[in-house]
C-alpha cells in the first residue's frame, strides 16, 4: 500500500470519526432540548390543572421515552460508521479497480 493511499485512508477515518462526533453532538443537544421543552409543559400542565398530575406524568414519560430513542439510535449509525466504516470499503474498491485489480 503506498503512502499516498495510507494517507488517504487516514483522512477517510478522521472525517468519519469527526462527522459521528458532530452527529452525537446534535442528537445530544438536541435530546436535552426536547426534555427542557417536555418538562416545562408538564410543569405548566400541572400549574393550570393539578388534579390531572398523575395522567399527565405518564404522557410526559412517555413521549420522553420516545424521544430518548432517538439519540441512541443515532449512537449506533454512528458506532456503525466508526468500527465497520462503509467508506473504506467503498474506497479500497475504487483504488483496487483503478489499480487493475479485480
Known sequence: MS???IAALSTIYAYTAIG???ILAGAGLGSAL???LI???YLEGIARQPEMRP???GQMLFTGGLMEAFPMIVLGLSMWFVTANPFVGAFLSA???AAGGH
Open 34 to 36: 426536547g426534555w427542557g
Open 3 to 5: 503512502p499516498d493511499m
Open 95 to 97: 483504488t483496487s479497480k
Open 20 to 22: 459521528a462526533g458532530i
Open 39 to 41: 418538562c416545562a409543559k
Open 55 to 57: 395522567q399527565l406524568m
